[in-house]
């Protein structure tokens, strides 16, 4: 018998979410079901389990179950790119070594293909998915050695890049805060909320059912795996954990997983006047050549002109941030913001929020077997957009039998490396964060 733990709370509203109509009443799990999978989680590795299920298995009954809404939990928190890639956040210009970065790449055109499969399949527009490739921006000289150190790394790796010089990052974006910038053409963009939404209403069918507000409380093994929810249960003979750090509370991975937030703010919508003052691309998106500087989107459709910034990580083992953490942290959004709109003076943030992220210590994800018929994809390392997606078709391809290359990386993976005990872990975390975001300067 496994009883979860607790079950996960995210601070502020998911913002891209609030951008769309209103979603249809929600199905819930009032009933005893039976199916032959159980997917645990509805955001991107779940969703794209689901969908690989379907496509190895197209008789079988799919039940999808989430404890919020769709896009409400953190896959319609997070910034949007579904990076190809490395892009690891520890390190200092995402960059890592020559070998996996080359396998690793591999993996994420994977997903990403995957990915645009279903955007196309289920009809999806260019605002919810488009491959649109991305920028790492440079507002400082160390950023700019950062780029041409990343760019140098991707020489070796025989990837396609170019460098933008301060004009053509002026023309891009309307404003003279960065110095430079590295395109490079693989990645894609998403309106989270829209992609998974969007992914969810494709999948629904008389096969997969997908039920929201029905949180695993326990799962029980006996010829068959029992999920109870508040006010039923689902059985099956495999289930597929897609529940990223949310792990640790089924009792796997326990002190192996750091569980880190990221914060977001999204300014009202602009008027015309403001729009015509800030001149520049009306789309556009850019990473911050330092992992702990600040992300910046600049959104023009669905909900009108808008500009996203997110930066500021904490380490918060509990899965847990307050609305007095949540209010602190997001203040340096605003000093952010009017540092690079100036033009835009007067343009409040309308919705902040923050996301789970989880990370192990070694960069590694939990692809794999868990117990009889219980399968993981978890610790997405930050990128839940790709790892998500990646980890999710994966798992299904194990608990089916079908092998890949990529699959066998995954399950040859060693184990998230054990953390110190948790408060040397929170202090020493802490510590790192607040020293590698006061060493980004000017890029934060």
């Given at each position: 018998?496994?009883?979860?733990?607790?079950?996960?709370?995210?601070?502020?509203?998911?913002?891209?979410?609030?951008?769309?109509?209103?979603?249809?009443?929600?199905?819930?799990?009032?009933?005893?079901?039976?199916?032959?999978?159980?997917?645990?989680?509805?955001?991107?590795?779940?969703?794209?389990?689901?969908?690989?299920?379907?496509?190895?298995?197209?008789?079988?009954?799919?039940?999808?179950?989430?404890?919020?809404?769709?896009a409400e939990g953190p896959a319609g928190r997070n910034s949007g790119f579904?990076?190809?890639?490395?892009?690891?956040?520890?390190?200092?210009?995402?960059?890592?070594?020559?070998?996996?970065?080359?396998?690793?790449?591999?993996?994420?055109?994977?997903?990403?293909?995957?990915?645009?499969?279903?955007?196309?399949?289920?009809?999806?527009?260019?605002?919810?998915?488009?491959?649109?490739?991305?920028?790492?921006?440079?507002?400082?000289?160390?950023?700019?050695?950062?780029?041409?150190?990343?760019?140098?790394?991707?020489?070796?790796?025989?990837?396609?890049?170019?460098?933008?010089?301060?004009?053509?990052?002026?023309?891009?974006?309307?404003?003279?805060?960065?110095?430079?910038?590295?395109?490079?053409?693989?990645?894609?963009?998403?309106?989270?909320?829209?992609?998974?939404?969007?992914?969810?209403?494709?999948?629904?069918?008389?096969?997969?059912?997908?039920?929201?507000?029905?949180?695993?409380?326990?799962?029980?093994?006996?010829?068959?795996?029992?999920?109870?929810?508040?006010?039923?249960?689902?059985?099956?003979?495999?289930?597929?954990?897609?529940?990223?750090?949310?792990?640790?509370?089924?009792?796997?991975?326990?002190?192996?997983?750091?569980?880190?937030?990221?914060?977001?703010?999204?300014?009202?919508?602009?008027?015309?006047?403001?729009?015509?003052?800030?001149?520049?691309?009306?789309?556009?998106?850019?990473?911050?050549?330092?992992?702990?500087?600040?992300?910046?989107?600049?959104?023009?459709?669905?909900?009108?002109?808008?500009?996203?910034?997110?930066?500021?990580?904490?380490?918060?083992?509990?899965?847990?941030?307050?609305?007095?953490?949540?209010?602190?942290?997001?203040?340096?959004?605003?000093?952010?913001?009017?540092?690079?709109?100036?033009?835009?003076?007067?343009?409040?943030?309308?919705?902040?929020?923050?996301g789970r992220l989880c990370l192990s210590y070694n960069n590694v994800q939990?692809?794999?077997?868990?117990?009889?018929?219980?399968?993981?994809?978890?610790?997405?390392?930050?990128?839940?957009?790709?790892?998500?997606?990646?980890?999710?078709?994966?798992?299904?391809?194990?608990?089916?039998?079908?092998?890949?290359?990529?699959?066998?990386?995954?399950?040859?993976?060693?184990?998230?490396?054990?953390?110190?005990?948790?408060?040397?872990?929170?202090?020493?975390a802490t510590a790192r964060l607040r020293w590698g975001e006061a060493r980004?300067?000017?890029?934060?």
């Amino acid at each position: 018998m496994i009883a979860v733990k607790k079950l996960p709370r995210d601070p502020g509203p998911a913002a891209w979410n609030c951008l769309l109509p209103e979603a249809p009443p929600p199905a819930r799990v009032e009933d005893d079901i039976t199916a032959e999978w159980i997917v645990i989680g509805a955001g991107f590795a779940g969703l794209s389990a689901a969908r690989r299920l379907s496509q190895l298995c197209p008789g079988d009954r799919i039940v999808v179950l989430d404890a919020k809404r769709v896009a409400e939990g953190p896959a319609g928190r997070n910034s949007g790119f579904m990076i190809d890639l490395p892009h690891d956040l520890a390190s200092d210009d995402y960059g890592g070594a020559l070998e996996s970065d080359i396998a690793q790449t591999t993996d994420n055109r994977r997903a990403i293909a995957f990915a645009a499969e279903m955007a196309r399949d289920f009809g999806l527009s260019d605002e919810a998915f488009v491959q649109s490739g991305k920028i790492n921006a440079a507002a400082t000289a160390k950023g700019d050695h950062h780029n041409r150190d990343y760019a140098k790394h991707l020489s070796a790796m025989g990837e396609a890049h170019e460098m933008l010089d301060a004009a053509q990052m002026q023309d891009l974006t309307g404003i003279d805060y960065y110095s430079s910038g590295l395109f490079t053409p693989g990645a894609a963009m998403i309106q989270p909320a829209a992609y998974v939404r969007g992914v969810a209403d494709g999948l629904r069918s008389n096969r997969v059912q997908i039920f929201e507000f029905s949180p695993a409380l326990a799962l029980h093994k006996d010829a068959f795996w029992t999920v109870k929810t508040p006010k039923g249960s689902v059985r099956a003979q495999k289930v597929i954990l897609a529940v990223n750090g949310h792990l640790e509370n089924f009792g796997f991975m326990g002190g192996r997983l750091m569980h880190v937030f990221t914060y977001g703010s999204m300014t009202r919508a602009l008027t015309p006047d403001e729009v015509a003052r800030l001149g520049g691309a009306p789309i556009w998106g850019v990473t911050p050549a330092d992992p702990l500087g600040t992300t910046v989107r600049r959104l023009s459709g669905t909900g009108g002109d808008r500009i996203v910034v997110r930066n500021r990580f904490t380490f918060d083992p509990s899965l847990e941030v307050s609305d007095q953490k949540l209010a602190n942290v997001t203040r340096d959004h605003d000093r952010a913001f009017r540092a690079r709109f100036p033009m835009l003076e007067g343009v409040e943030m309308e919705h902040r929020w923050g996301g789970r992220l989880c990370l192990s210590y070694n960069n590694v994800q939990v692809v794999r077997e868990v117990d009889d018929g219980l399968y993981a994809a978890c610790c997405q390392n930050g990128l839940g957009t790709v790892k998500g997606t990646l980890a999710g078709l994966l798992a299904a391809e194990m608990a089916c039998g079908v092998g890949s290359d990529a699959l066998d990386r995954a399950l040859s993976a060693p184990a998230p490396t054990r953390l110190p005990p948790s408060p040397l872990a929170k202090l020493g975390a802490t510590a790192r964060l607040r020293w590698g975001e006061a060493r980004a300067g000017r890029e934060l």
